[in-house]
């Protein structure tokens, strides 16, 4: 059974709460769900309706090495409307999906939240990553959020999983209905770690205000 992670709870992914080996990690999945917000019904939803705002969330990986920061921004591209030296190095977004080892990498760029499951996808051969790589760290902002005036407040199940090789689930963390989530575009959701030869994985649900990750990422990058 999955275990339902809390705000700072660590598991190893390796094991389940008996200590053993039960999952595949040759490939992980991290996977990260939300819901559209409901059009508003009924008679104010006559006279004032029409359709919501889409809320485009979009999952980030940041791989970290032995020091907790980006080695390797890449090239350069246009991020937000400013130039950022981000394609082709060891941050995976929606401009760079594909990380260059091919060992982690994003399915596509989900920009309504529309269906059951996961929206979007960063998928992780574990146990291909080089060792220079000691952390993944998974960041989720809301496309534009500020400009269109929306936060994770008024987000509905919104989640991030692990999912083994096989599809296994091996955690889960939900924040749906965390009022501290009101105001906030941005979220360091989760991190996979190595830990005496083994990954583990830690639920952080650490908001904010900014809706690029470009912002977040400046505390990772070398100076």
């Known amino acids: 059974m999955a275990i339902n992670l809390q705000k700072g709870q660590t598991i190893d992914l390796r094991k389940n709460d008996r200590g053993e080996s039960v999952y595949d990690l040759s490939q992980v999945t991290i996977g990260l769900g939300w819901d559209v917000r409901q059009k508003q019904s009924g008679f104010f939803g006559k006279i004032f309706g029409g359709k919501e705002e889409e809320y485009d969330l979009d999952a980030v990986a940041f791989l970290l090495d032995s020091n907790g920061k980006v080695a390797d921004l890449g090239r350069t591209a246009a991020v937000g409307g400013r130039n950022v030296a981000l394609y082709g190095g060891d941050v995976i977004y929606f401009n760079s999906m594909r990380h260059p080892s091919g060992n982690i990498w994003l399915t596509g760029d989900n920009?309504?939240?529309?269906?059951?499951?996961?929206?979007?996808?960063i998928i992780v051969q574990l146990d291909k990553l080089d060792q220079k790589y000691q952390k993944i760290l998974f960041v989720v902002t809301i496309y534009q959020g500020r400009q269109n005036n929306q936060h994770f407040g008024m987000v509905d199940?919104?989640?991030?999983?692990?999912?083994?090789?096989?599809?296994?689930?091996?955690?889960?963390?939900?924040?749906?209905?965390?009022?501290?989530?009101?105001?906030?575009?941005?979220?360091?959701?989760?991190?996979?770690?190595?830990?005496?030869?083994?990954?583990?994985?830690?639920?952080?649900?650490e908001p904010g205000q900014t809706d690029n990750f470009v912002d977040i990422l400046a505390k990772y990058a070398y100076k």
Do not use: P
């Open 111 to 121: 920009r309504t939240g529309a269906g059951d499951g996961d929206d979007e996808q």
């Open 157 to 205: 199940n919104a989640f991030i999983r692990a999912v083994d090789a096989r599809g296994k689930e091996i955690t889960k963390y939900s924040l749906s209905g965390d009022a501290s989530m009101n105001g906030m575009c941005s979220m360091v959701f989760a991190e996979a770690y190595r830990h005496n030869g083994d990954w583990k994985f830690r639920a952080l649900g």
